[in-house]
């Protein structure tokens, strides 16, 4: 009887190198004892070694199977690989021969094998070290893989996270990635791991991409198995996600566009008459919005505040006009209103950043009271006067949905900035179609003197982000036909 001890480390290169020394002899599959459990890469190597030559022949396409096989957690992999290589040997064709019931078994641990690897790409969450000294940021991450799957995914980690440190511990292999090398380790129990700040992201990330109206529990739970929630910190928002799916997928068909009404209408189609459209070069917007003088509020202001986020923005939000932060920062909803509208956006899946931020008027309306300045509601001239800028930023950023936060910018955007409070949480459309989602101005939370009707007003406001949030990774399949 001949035994070979396969290594867990280095098991593609040493089984194939034992086979191809068993091959060479003659020596038939049952009279090999493989074994997995050892760490010596060449126990084997006094029974059998390969041909000096090494011109044994195997198709090409076995030599894939057997690079994915012996992966596998399955302790008879070895001997059945080996066992068909045996085969392979006589039976010309075998490698197609559907019909074969070894290599049917094979082909579906190759299968699970290659499922492993991407789960392990997927689901790997790394942890910043922090180690302030270090060239290079470090990151590790614990991860319980089905299969033996660190060693041949490792690479494409290492491509993926070139500039990093990291290791990926197992409990039966450390991957190590040290200054641009790989290496690999006997595995260890899992260690403590600090916290990090990017689990909020992943959290936050992930409340993004999911999808309340599409929520199938059971395909869910097979493409991000349970077994990985451990490790994994969006998982902590799942039952949650769960619990409220039914009720947000509500909300988002309930809020499906609605006709604006038919004065609304008949005001916005009228603004563009009132209003010059402006059709400067796009880079030259926030210059032009800078020099505006077309209404008396750009005397007292500091300066003028133009829209800021990415052109290409899914997501316009527009307020009503810049406070006295954003008057002498010149960036809108920087100020208390624009923090709290942050936090809850984020929150929401919403991240400020992804979205393009603007006012409808673009300067500071106040009233001096001593040192203070106190906002002042714009009135209707205002708002058209500046209906020039907005139109220019629509043109340019071209957003499939609109946040419409409070009356100013309903009005604005709709014709009607009346009955927020019955409209909020509904979807209307401009007479060009864009949908406009109504929601409360985030300065109205701050004002409200009352705890009960603040925290309710802060509720709503949370819940209209989500159905934003909701809407956009949505829209082309449930509302948008
Ligand atoms: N309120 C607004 O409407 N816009 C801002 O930019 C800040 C506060």
């Not at 008879?76 to 019909?99: I, Q």
């Not at 299969?147 to 440190?165: K, N, S």
């Not at 500071?364 to 009135?379: A, D, V, W």
Request: charged letters at 25%; hydrophobic letters at 40%; proline letters at 9%.
């Amino acid at each position: 009887m001949y035994h070979a001890e396969m290594p867990v480390i280095g098991t593609a290169e040493a089984w194939r190198c034992a086979a191809r020394g068993f091959l060479a002899q003659g020596i038939p599959p049952e009279a090999i004892l493989w074994n997995s459990d050892g760490t010596a890469p060449d126990l084997f190597a006094s029974q059998a070694r390969p041909p000096p030559n090494g011109d044994i022949q195997v198709p090409r396409g076995f030599v894939a199977l057997a690079d994915k096989v012996v992966w596998h957690s399955d302790p008879s992999r070895f001997s059945r690989l080996y066992a068909f290589l045996w085969r392979l040997r006589a039976e010309r064709g075998l490698m197609s021969d559907r019909g074969d019931a070894d290599l049917a078994r094979l082909r579906q641990m190759e299968k699970a094998v290659s499922r492993c690897q991407h789960k392990m790409k997927a689901f790997v969450r790394f942890r910043e070290l922090g180690n302030a000294d270090a060239p290079r940021r470090s990151f590790a991450t614990w991860f319980e893989p089905t299969h033996h799957t660190v060693e041949p995914t490792a690479t494409f980690f290492a491509r993926r996270f070139a500039d990093m440190d990291w290791r990926i511990l197992t409990p039966d292999v450390a991957a190590i990635f040290e200054g641009g090398e790989l290496r690999f380790e006997p595995g260890h129990p899992r260690p403590e791991l600090p916290q990090d700040a990017s689990e909020q992201l992943w959290i936050t990330y992930f409340r993004n991409i999911f999808n309340p109206a599409r929520l199938k529990v059971q395909a869910m739970q097979s493409e991000m198995p349970k077994k990985y929630w451990k490790n994994m910190p969006e998982a902590a928002a799942i039952p949650e996600l769960i619990a409220t799916a039914p009720a947000r997928a509500r909300a988002m068909a309930e809020a499906a566009p609605t006709l604006p009404p038919l004065r609304a209408a008949r005001v916005q189609a009228r603004l563009p008459e009132a209003n010059p459209h402006w059709q400067g070069p796009a880079a030259e917007l926030p210059a032009a919005i800078n020099s505006c003088t077309r209404c008396p509020l750009h005397g007292p202001a500091t300066q003028a505040v133009p829209g800021e986020g990415p052109t290409d923005a899914d997501l316009m939000i527009v307020g009503e006009q810049p406070g006295d932060q954003e008057d002498l920062v010149g960036r809108p909803f920087v100020g208390p209103a624009g923090q709290l509208f942050d936090q809850l956006a984020t929150e929401a899946g919403l991240p400020r950043e992804a979205a393009y931020v603007t006012n409808v008027v673009k300067h500071f309306k106040f009233l001096p009271r001593g040192r203070k300045r106190l906002h002042q509601q714009p009135n209707g001239s205002e708002i058209r006067h500046c209906q020039v800028w907005l139109r220019a930023e629509l043109d340019q950023v071209r957003p499939k949905l609109i946040l419409a936060l409070g009356a100013t910018a309903a009005e604005a955007l709709l014709g009607s900035g009346k009955h927020i409070l019955q409209r909020r949480g509904t979807i209307e459309r401009r007479v060009d179609g864009t949908p406009v989602l109504i929601t409360l101005h985030p300065s109205y939370l701050l004002r409200v003197p009352d705890r009960y009707l603040r925290e309710r007003a802060t509720e709503d406001l949370r819940a209209d982000l989500r159905l934003a949030a909701d809407w956009l990774v949505q829209r082309e399949t449930l509302i948008e036909p």
